[in-house]
C-alpha cells in the first residue's frame, strides 16, 4: 500500500470521529467528559502527525518549502496537539466544550489541506517504489507491539 493510501485511510477513521465529537458536544455535561473525549482524540491525533512528521514530511521537504509551507504544515501539529493539550487545564465546562470544538473544526481545515494539496504533491513527487516503501514503514510502525499494549 502506497503512503498516501495508508494516510488516507487515516483521515476517513478521523472525519468520522470529527462528526461524532460536534454531535455529542451539545449532549455533554461536564468538564471530565469533554476532557476524555479530547485526551482521545489527542493520543489518536499524535500519533498520526507524528507518522506524517516521520515519513513524509523529510522526503517532501523541497517541495514544502518550494511551496512556502514547510513550517506552516509542522507548526499545525504543533498548535492541534498543544490546544488539545491546554484544554485539559480548562476549569470552565463551556470553556473546554469550546476548545473541543475548535481544536476539531482546525484538524478539519489541516486535514482538507493535506487531502487537497499535500497528498497530490506527494503522488506526483515520489515514484510509486518510494511510496510502498513509505507504506511498508507505516505498517511495521502501526503493528509495533507498545510496552502499554503488552501489559
Ligand atoms: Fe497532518
Ligand atoms: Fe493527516
Not at 510502498?132 to 510496552?147: D, I, K
Amino acid at each position: 500500500m502506497k503512503i498516501t493510501e495508508a494516510l488516507f485511510a487515516e483521515h476517513l477513521v478521523f472525519h468520522n470521529m470529527f462528526d461524532h465529537i460536534e454531535a455529542a458536544a451539545p449532549k455533554l455535561k461536564t468538564v471530565a467528559e469533554v476532557k476524555t473525549l479530547a485526551g482521545l482524540l489527542e493520543a489518536l491525533l499524535k500519533a498520526h502527525s507524528d507518522t506524517e512528521d516521520e515519513l513524509f514530511i523529510g522526503p517532501l521537504e523541497h517541495c514544502f518549502e518550494q511551496i512556502g509551507q514547510r513550517d506552516g504544515f509542522l507548526e499545525e501539529h504543533q498548535e492541534i496537539d498543544d490546544s488539545l493539550k491546554r484544554l485539559q487545564q480548562a476549569k470552565q465546562f463551556k470553556k473546554a466544550r469550546q476548545l473541543l470544538l475548535a481544536a476539531v473544526s482546525y484538524s478539519r481545515k489541516h486535514f482538507d489541506k493535506e487531502e487537497r494539496i499535500v497528498f497530490p504533491m506527494a503522488e506526483r513527487v515520489l515514484n510509486s517504489k518510494t511510496l510502498a516503501a513509505l507504506g511498508q514503514t507505516w505498517m511495521e510502525q502501526r503493528t509495533r507491539v507498545t510496552p502499554a499494549r503488552r501489559g
